[in-house]
């Protein structure tokens, strides 16, 4: 039987091991790990200087997982993300020569500055773990995730990323500026050394195979599964909104549920699992309509009301 204490464990330390670096966010720092758990890929959309590089090196050095980082530029070529096969004198033939999505956690960084073309780089990794190049299909290694950021406010130069791409990332997060009590803190903890340097692994990829393999087995009632499909479906047909939830993001709800359910020590997803992330799964795949947008209203202040709307299974059928 799977000891999902075991896994509550190996991810609080995970979470510990993180918040060495990056001070008062560790709600950010939890969905991130519990997407890379689901088999999801994170969007970090925030202004320059909150740390979203930093929490991408964190996590990545946490599980003692490779990593690697892409500039998306406007001049950047897809052959740069996936790879190429190169002419080599010695044997007389081409080989394949990895480009930088091949690390378990790639960050693709102002993923929004490159060219729509170069942004579809990403979608065969992201989708099928894989890249293929002049026809040959090579896999990505395990745990792979891709961790996006974008400056929502600087648009000049700027290929918003189309709904097919950001229907490909599992949750859509804001780092958000730290507290007064955390800035200090960072002041403190930054100001005279760099403690990623310092920050030593307290997980291996396997082990992180692991536990991804562990948070599927999570039990996910009936009467759960309705209620994600009700909450979707509510997106689609409520007249505020242009363009809804698609079943991709239904898959995602449940995924990301299980992974939340055993990161909290259970081998059973509740309500509260579900509801908690409603907001970063679904907001970045719902488009309000023109007249919701011209009211104020934003994705996240539609969800939240959306919730109280439809019903949640009692406990005894959940």
Request: one cysteine or more.
């Given at each position: 039987?799977?000891?999902?204490?075991?896994?509550?464990?190996?991810?609080?330390?995970?979470?510990?091991?993180?918040?060495?670096?990056?001070?008062?966010?560790?709600?950010?720092?939890?969905?991130a790990l519990v997407s890379l758990l689901a088999e999801g890929h994170v969007l970090?959309?925030?202004?320059?200087?909150?740390?979203?590089?930093?929490?991408?090196?964190?996590?990545?050095?946490?599980?003692?997982?490779?990593?690697?980082?892409?500039?998306?530029?406007?001049?950047?070529?897809?052959s740069d993300v996936t790879g190429v096969n190169v002419w080599n004198q010695q044997?007389?033939?081409?080989?394949?020569?990895?480009?930088?999505?091949?690390?378990?956690?790639?960050?693709?960084?102002?993923?929004?500055?490159?060219?729509?073309?170069?942004?579809?780089?990403?979608?065969?990794?992201?989708?099928?773990?894989?890249?293929?190049?002049?026809?040959?299909?090579?896999?990505?290694?395990?745990?792979?995730?891709?961790?996006?950021?974008?400056?929502?406010?600087?648009?000049?130069?700027?290929?918003?990323?189309?709904?097919?791409?950001?229907?490909?990332?599992?949750?859509?997060?804001?780092?958000?500026?730290?507290?007064?009590?955390?800035?200090?803190?960072?002041?403190?903890?930054?100001?005279?050394?760099?403690?990623?340097?310092?920050?030593?692994?307290?997980?291996?990829?396997e082990s992180v195979i692991s536990l991804i393999k562990m948070a599927r087995e999570?039990?996910?009632?009936?009467?759960?599964?309705?209620?994600?499909?009700?909450?979707?479906?509510?997106?689609?047909?409520?007249?505020?909104?242009?363009?809804?939830?698609?079943?991709?993001?239904?898959?995602?709800?449940?995924?990301?549920?299980?992974?939340?359910?055993?990161?909290?020590?259970?081998?059973?997803?509740?309500?509260?699992?579900?509801?908690?992330?409603?907001?970063?799964?679904?907001?970045?795949?719902?488009?309000?309509?023109?007249?919701?947008?011209?009211?104020?209203?934003?994705?996240?202040?539609?969800?939240?009301?959306?919730?109280?709307?439809?019903?949640?299974?009692?406990?005894?059928?959940?």
């Amino acid at each position: 039987m799977t000891d999902f204490n075991h896994f509550k464990s190996a991810f609080e330390s995970i979470v510990g091991n993180v918040e060495k670096t990056i001070q008062g966010k560790e709600e950010i720092v939890r969905l991130a790990l519990v997407s890379l758990l689901a088999e999801g890929h994170v969007l970090l959309e925030d202004v320059p200087g909150v740390g979203k590089t930093m929490l991408a090196k964190s996590l990545a050095k946490s599980l003692g997982c490779s990593w690697s980082r892409i500039q998306f530029t406007p001049d950047l070529l897809p052959s740069d993300v996936t790879g190429v096969n190169v002419w080599n004198q010695q044997v007389g033939d081409f080989r394949f020569k990895a480009g930088a999505v091949f690390a378990n956690i790639c960050l693709a960084d102002e993923v929004n500055r490159a060219s729509p073309k170069t942004q579809a780089a990403l979608l065969e990794s992201m989708e099928e773990r894989q890249v293929t190049v002049d026809g040959v299909t090579h896999r990505l290694d395990e745990p792979f995730m891709v961790i996006a950021t974008q400056n929502p406010v600087e648009h000049e130069g700027t290929y918003p990323l189309p709904e097919s791409q950001l229907d490909r990332f599992m949750m859509r997060l804001s780092m958000g500026y730290p507290s007064r009590a955390a800035e200090l803190e960072i002041l403190d903890t930054h100001g005279e050394r760099f403690p990623l340097e310092e920050l030593q692994a307290v997980a291996e990829a396997e082990s992180v195979i692991s536990l991804i393999k562990m948070a599927r087995e999570v039990h996910v009632a009936q009467s759960l599964k309705r209620y994600i499909v009700d909450l979707t479906e509510a997106t689609r047909e409520h007249p505020s909104v242009h363009l809804g939830a698609s079943p991709r993001a239904s898959l995602y709800l449940l995924k990301a549920s299980r992974a939340q359910a055993a990161s909290r020590g259970r081998d059973y997803v509740v309500p509260d699992d579900i509801k908690d992330l409603v907001v970063p799964v679904l907001s970045h795949r719902i488009l309000l309509s023109a007249e919701t947008q011209l009211h104020g209203s934003t994705s996240q202040d539609f969800l939240d009301a959306l919730m109280d709307r439809v019903p949640v299974p009692a406990r005894e059928q959940a």
